[in-house]
């Protein structure tokens, strides 16, 4: 840029600089030029004159020869001036010295022809006005003699022919005659006297009529003319190289200043260019610094402001959450997301809120809010249920996959607006998938997440602290009454010596890359435990733990290290409600039976798994939920389940463990029904330690 | 166009050719006033000699028509010149100055006397020495030319000035060609002899001559000497032998004697020289005497610079 401006200023400064050269080298030129073909002008002017003049001398008796002499000073003035026209002493009109010299010879030698003219002329004109004047004197001195009047009358004739056709011929004429003439018997001393001055003036018109002749010539040769224009000729040769040069001059003085131009022009471009590049940028950046890209409404940063700049009367603010959207962006990919996210920001436009002074958010990922004024909280309530029933049956069609979503909406009219609402939300959507809920200062969100925020600080402690211990519940054959293997269950040791049960931290546990540790933890201390004890053990994973890749490198790590535990390991898969990856869980199973472990699954009955499952994959166990096991005593149809599950089980050649088991009754009667396990607090709480092999029913 | 000019010719120069010989001017109005007086004290002033003795005046006397009644000159030490010394009036219309038109205007003509062995004998270096000693010449050059050492040049332009004021107007052949008078019978028969001898062939114009040359012996050959200054001397062309600037005939009948070498004592002799052999014809006493009445008409008024205060 600089560079460029650079150039362009010197182009500039250049041209300006060569157009003062060359006005002030054209214009001295010019002016030169001028004076010299001003000079050829004159001179051509001076000497055309001059020839007239000579010609009229010549036709009339008298003339006046000032005005020859006069014109002949001018002719000399006027090459004198030529001579000294400075552009012909300048170095490229060397060549012009020998024409101009031969000019001016030519000019000396035409003045002194015409002087010479003229003293002949004169002359020549004289002695024809004496021969005119004196015929008539022949007659008086000869009256009687005719035939010198002829003589003379001839003489006269033929000098008058000679003198008018220039021609020397009559010469020999004439001089017949003046033969005749002299040889005239003379008799008196007038008729002498006539008779030789008569003579005399014919003898000097012949003696001079020759070199009268001759000057004429020169006269008309022209030679001033013709030099003239020689040099005229030489000249313009000359003068048509000063002139390509002074063209090619303005040439380059036009080729600066029209890159100069163009370079300003660039320039100027350019910079316009640049400055609408950083105004649209900043635009973008303005737009983007209070609006979302992508839905065109207005973004967190904007509710901030508007909240602190607007005194708002009675703010409301809705808070919208798209239920399950991970499972939209997920199942349908990103760009059906993004279009649902468009539509959205549309449909919660509701044409009711007008009469709010409403304002719309993207606040991030699948969250939007409203902002209304002046709203009350029933009102609230009724435009959410409209808002949730307008996008619950709308129908989403992209790429020709129509889909329906619900939303949940969160009200709030407490400051802080949005982090209220968003708490009362995350709150509640653990619970139900589709909610209206209204965050109230009695709702204690702010304590309750306090007390998450102290578990998980609790249990990062306790991780570092190694305080996380594995317990073990023992597991009953019901048909022998032998401990057969135990479940290993997570447990945090407190400081003051009582344990946590993963009730309280493990699902927060699972948000947090403590989850992962707490598994690894588990397993390494199982198989240390089982290393050398005869009994079956059984861990709990769940579909997470399937996931992780890391996880599961370990798990086989171990599973190559120990292979004796391993054919004493089972695995509880824990039911899933979110995520029941299928072709994982097939593979999961296919590898560690590899190793000759066997697979459980936990809490049948309840959960979400089913027949398709245990026809699908290779179970080994079912552990039926205790739910249903603490109730079969009392309730008939609780009994009637059971005995189908266990008949099923019986039937696809799978075993059995009833959980809950607290009672003597239970047991006996869960033994009766054919089930193969049973583990509860009848046979034995988790202990930290393995309880040493006895009869217990 | 040589249609034209023969249109000219046949239509108008007729017209323009009906007097050949001009008046002069009543009045000069190119001239420098103070210049000329300046110039007129220096044309007086022997300083301009190397002896002191002779002045521009000394041979163009203005008591004898601005010419030399001596046959030749006297210079310093008394020197003898060759050519008759010429009139000075009128002469800025001269086409050429000296006898053999050697110096094309007034200007050349001046330097010529004053460095001439025979005539004034000085040298630039003197000339301008002998001026700047003089606190009256340092002066009036001072005021007219600047301050400053007294140039040649500049003494010599004062002198032009001077001789470029010597017009003798109002003679009364100029009158009668202004159509203020008539002349005589014998003045007017004599103009006639004047044009039908031929003599107006040479001596037309402004200044009645001087503005060609011709041959001292046209038609009948004149004795040539080789002493005389001719168109030969400086030309070396044979036909230029014995051919002189034609002279004036203004103010002729002040300037005896006459010719280049003053053969001619007097008028009538002039003339009949004249037409002996430049005409080729023996010019009769009664033709002579009307020329001599119409040369008569030719004598003008003495310059008014040389009373002028």
Known sequence: MTKKLFVAVTLGVFSIALIGYYYFHQRSYAQQYKTVVNGFNTLQNSYNKLSYKILKSALYGYSDQDDISSGMQKLNLDYANLYNAPLLHEEQYLPLDYPLIDLGMRVADYNSAIEHYLMLNAGIKNSFVFLLNYSETAHDLFPNDASIHKDINIIISELSSMRRLLDKDHLSTINVHLGHLKQFPITDDAQKEFIETVALHINYIQSNFPAFITIINTLQNKEVEISLNSLKEHFNQIAQTDFVLIDALAFLLLFLIISAMVVIILLLTRSQNENRRLKRLKEELEYAANFDILTGLLNRNSLNKTLQQHHYKRPMFLLININGFKHVNDLYGAQMGDYILQEVSQLIKLPIFGAYNPSYYRLGGDDFGVLLEDVSDKKAFSFSEALTQSIKHFIFVDNEIEINITISIAINAIAPLLENADMVLKHYKKRQAETIVQFTPELNLKEHIQNNINVLQSLSLAISEDRIIPCFQPIIELKSGQIVKYEALVRQLNPDGSLSTPDVFLELAAQTPLYRELTQIMIEKVFTAFSDQPYRFSINLSMQDLLDKELMAMLETLLIANPESAKRLEIELLESENLFDIQATEHFITLLKSYGCRIAIDDFGTGYSNFFYLAKLSIDTLKIDGSLISKIISDEKYLKTVEAIVHYAQIIGVETVAEFVETQEVALKLREMGVTYGQGYYFGKPQRSIIENKIIL | ?309
């Open chain 2, 1 to 309: 166009m040589y249609r034209f000019l023969l249109f000219l010719l046949v239509f108008i120069a007729p017209i323009d050719a009906i007097e050949p010989i001009k008046p002069l001017p009543q009045q000069l109005n190119d001239i420098s006033l103070e210049k000329a007086k300046l110039g007129r004290t220096l044309f007086f002033d022997t300083t301009l000699s190397s002896d002191q003795t002779i002045s521009c005046n000394s041979c163009h006397n203005f008591e004898h028509g601005a010419a030399d009644p001596r046959a030749v000159s006297l210079g310093v030490e008394k020197r003898k010149g060759v050519m008759q010394s010429p009139t000075v009036y009128n002469s800025r219309y001269n086409f050429k100055q000296f006898w053999n038109g050697r110096a094309s205007n007034l200007y050349e003509q001046a330097n010529g006397p004053l460095i001439e062995h025979v005539e004034m004998n000085m040298s630039p270096e003197m000339i301008e020495m002998r001026i700047n000693q003089s606190d009256y010449y340092r002066k009036a050059f001072a005021a007219l030319y600047g301050e400053g050492k007294v140039t040649l040049h500049n003494i010599i332009d004062a002198i032009v000035e001077f001789e470029k004021a010597l017009i003798t107007p109002n003679s009364r052949f100029d009158r009668y060609l202004r159509g203020e008078i008539t002349l005589t019978k014998e003045e007017q028969m004599g103009y006639s002899k004047f044009k039908s001898l031929g003599c107006v062939t040479c001596h037309n114009g402004i200044n009645v001559g001087a503005n060609t040359f011709q041959k001292m012996g046209l038609i009948r050959e004149y004795p040539y000497d080789p002493k005389y200054l001719d168109r030969y001397a400086l030309t070396k062309k044979e036909y230029h032998k014995n051919v002189y600037k034609v002279p004036t005939l203004r103010n002729i009948t002040l300037t005896a004697p006459y010719f280049h070498n003053a053969k001619a004592k007097d008028l009538d002799d002039a003339i009949y020289t004249m037409g002996y052999y430049n005409l080729g014809i023996k010019i009769s006493k009664q033709d002579i005497t009307l020329l001599h009445e119409f040369l008569k008409t030719l004598e003008g008024e003495r310059p008014a610079i040389l009373d002028m205060p």
